[in-house]
């Protein structure tokens, strides 16, 4: 009774009439408690739209990913999200690392994978995951039997590179100080250069991750020394905001890469 009292003299009116024994609502008291009735169905409807948002998940995330992570990581990525955000939307762009920093700068994409690094205003990159490089070759080719190779082995061989200025070309360069490979090729994308070396055109370095889940018929992997670090990064815009299902991507693609 005080606490009513204290409330109607509060609020300027009286909520209840004292009736033989018994209260009874007023006029006033009823449309009050419709009002609050109403905000209290406010507060619930909020609740219920944090939880779905938080459980569930609505929207789209966007990720954009350097080809050969394209091909074997984002893949296992999504599906473990999925089992927990069935309902967002994912959109995967795939280009080059320098178009991927871009787009991460500008915004268009939430996240970016890619396999270099440059100094890109308004980026922050870290290191995802590594990876030493294997060398692919044709089935049945002179050196598929072996337990590792080092450069001279693969003197006289051809060879088929990465593009000149990367930093995966330049760490592969810098092992053959002697060079004796016969450079014959040349192609950005270690797909295309797995699959050419499953045609016979050479031999090559490659980031492991890609011939683990590609698993092209006609080619061997044999690991190299002295090892040579294939390095795969992530990307984030400085300016955007903390994202729930970003985060969770990310631990989704080092989960992915770990199980590889």
């Known amino acids: 009774s005080r606490v009513i009292g204290k409330l109607e003299s509060e609020i300027g009116f009286e909520l209840f ?21 109403r905000a209290f169905v406010g507060l619930d409807s909020l609740v219920e739209s944090a939880n779905s ?79 030493n490089a294997v060398c692919v070759m044709p089935s049945g080719h002179r050196l598929s039997r072996e337990k590792h190779l080092v450069p001279q082995d693969l003197d006289g061989e051809r060879f088929i590179s990465l593009p000149s200025g990367g930093s995966s070309r330049r760490a592969i360069d810098a092992a053959f100080p002697e060079d ?18 499953s045609e016979g055109l050479g031999l090559s370095l490659v980031n492991p991750i890609l011939t683990r889940t590609m698993k092209l018929p006609g080619i061997i992997t044999v690991p190299f020394k002295p090892n040579i670090q294939f390095a795969s990064y992530l990307l984030r815009s400085q300016l955007a905001p903390r994202d729930t299902h ?15």
């Not at 939307?89 to 396999?115: K, M, P, Y």
């Not at 004796?180 to 070396?197: D, H, N, Q, S």
């Open 17 to 37: 009439d004292r009736l033989a024994g018994r209260v009874v609502a007023t006029k006033g008291g009823e449309a009050l408690f419709r009002e609050v009735e």
């Open 53 to 131: 948002i938080r459980d569930a998940g609505v929207g789209t995330l966007r990720v954009a990913a350097a080809a050969s992570i394209s091909i074997s990581v984002i893949p296992m990525a999504i599906r473990m999200f999925s089992e927990r955000y069935p309902n967002v939307r994912i959109v995967v762009d795939t280009s080059e690392s320098s178009v991927i920093a871009n787009w991460t700068a500008t915004q268009h994409c939430d996240l970016g994978f890619v396999s270099n690094v440059s100094d890109k205003p308004g980026v922050v990159a870290s290191v995802v995951h590594t990876e």
């Open 180 to 197: 004796g490979r016969i450079m014959v090729l040349e192609t950005p994308f270690a797909a295309t250069i797995c699959r050419m070396v």
């Open 246 to 260: 970003a985060t969770y991507f990310v631990s989704c693609m080092r989960a992915a890469f770990k199980s590889l």
